[in-house]
């Protein structure tokens, strides 16, 4: 399984008459970025918005404009594009292509592809907030979703208009993103497992506004979740930290160790899996005082008490894998908490390590398994640890 889940995949880039329209190139460059070969329809609108010859330099592939075309080289261009794509994305949806979909019309190269393809369609629309609110395109899209098109989006924020409202083109990452995880159900190696994984650092709070943590930024608790999503498992992930959401990813808040451990609890009782990137708090205060602490200027002491083991109280047919962030004698003690865990394998980091670790986007990590198997893993980004991760994990499936 490559790293990239759109890698060689066709990707039919349907493109309607929206002042969003320039937004598309984007949406191609990016998935041009993660491998796909990107083919490209316009209507006869979009033209007006943003030129061919932008997509055709960008994709290497001339766009598809005029189903009367005479110089076209294919027999009938509409069925190569729609029969060869995995996935078709119409971004920017206009209300008018919307109508034409919900109808079934194909009287312009967009809704002539939409109709004679069965690959997923993923529907992005952008429109004034008037338009998107209007009954008439609520109950396209209605009709849209009721048959098993993905709409995405749109946002809320400013529109061409000036107006603020809902209707904008949603992100180029939102769309990827949403693109990704459709790719990972349809033909991901993890494709019907469950994951539960945990990220970020548990705050345990002393008063009101104080609290004991953690410098754990959680990102390489949401990497592994993103690449799992992008391998196709049904991903649950239970965060203390507020990151940027991740499409296709079930996110679950947990503040405290206690909650993380209740929440955990949960979501395992029907998981394949459990990863414990989160960096929870072994203690927590013995009393939270209700109101904020006073300044006394003089010592004070404050008694901490032990939480519960979260990955040592989830029993049963589970695999089991928790990392540690250790600063010196790194190997002694993954070594020892593998046993002392009970886990399938430690993902052991050196935290001391600037270019590593809490908060960068990079890590370098040694995977040791309880079967005695132990990878030394290069600096690499997280989102490849997590990969790596999940290569582990997945050859105990
Ligand atoms: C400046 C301008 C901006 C437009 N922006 C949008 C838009 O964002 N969304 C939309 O649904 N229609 C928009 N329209 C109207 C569509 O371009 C028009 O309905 C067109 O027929 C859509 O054709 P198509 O769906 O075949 O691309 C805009 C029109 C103009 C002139």
Redesign the pocket.
């Known amino acids: 399984m490559t790293n990239r889940n759109l890698e060689n995949k066709n990707i039919l880039l349907a493109?309607?008459?929206?002042?969003?329209a320039y937004k598309a190139v984007d949406v191609a460059s990016q998935l041009i970025k993660q491998g796909a070969n990107v083919n490209v329809a316009m209507?006869?609108?979009?033209t007006?918005?943003i030129t061919p010859f932008t997509f055709k330099t960008l994709t290497g592939n001339v766009p598809f404009l005029d189903m009367w075309d005479i110089n076209t080289p294919s027999k009938e261009r509409h069925i190569e594009l729609a029969h060869s794509a995995d996935l078709m994305i119409i971004a920017?949806?206009?209300?008018?292509?919307?109508a034409?979909l919900a109808y079934g019309l194909a009287d312009?190269s967009?809704?002539l592809c939409a109709l004679s393809t069965e690959a997923p369609r993923l529907i992005a629309?952008?429109?004034?907030h008037q338009?998107w609110n209007n009954s008439a395109t609520q109950t396209n899209i209605n009709k849209l979703k009721a048959r098993g098109d993905i709409i995405i989006g749109p946002d809320y924020g400013r529109?061409?208009s000036g107006d603020f409202g809902l209707?904008r083109?949603s992100s180029t990452e939102e769309i990827v993103s949403e693109t990704k995880a459709r790719a990972g159900k349809m033909y991901g190696d993890l494709a019907g497992k469950h994951i539960v994984i945990t990220a970020g650092g548990t705050r345990e709070p002393m008063d009101p506004v104080r609290f004991l943590g953690n410098r754990s930024s959680g990102k390489m608790g949401y990497a592994v979740a993103e690449a799992a999503r992008d391998r196709g498992s049904d991903v649950t992930l239970i965060s203390s930290v507020s990151r940027p959401l991740i499409k296709g990813v079930n996110i679950i808040n947990a503040e405290t160790t206690a909650e993380m451990f209740q929440k955990v609890q949960e979501a395992t009782k029907n998981a394949d899996a459990l990863i414990m990137a989160a960096a929870v708090s072994d203690f927590r205060f013995k009393d939270i005082n209700k109101n904020k602490i006073k300044n006394k200027d003089k010592d004070m002491d404050v008694s901490l008490t032990p939480n519960p083991d979260i990955i040592a109280s989830i029993k049963g047919d589970i695999i089991k894998i928790a990392f540690a962030a250790e600063i010196n004698d790194m190997e002694k003690f993954a070594l020892q908490k593998l046993k002392s865990k009970k886990v399938d394998f430690i993902i052991a980091n050196d935290v001391s390590n600037p270019a590593i670790g809490f908060n960068s986007d990079n890590n370098k990590v040694v995977i040791f398994s309880n079967t005695g198997d132990q990878i030394n893993l290069p600096l690499m980004p997280k989102i490849d640890v997590g990969h790596e991760i999940l290569n582990s994990l997945k050859k105990r499936f």
């Open positions: 493109v309607s008459g929206s002042i969003a209507t006869e609108a979009a007006k918005f920017p949806a206009t209300a008018s292509t919307i034409s312009d967009v809704s629309p952008a429109m004034d338009m529109l061409a209707g083109l």
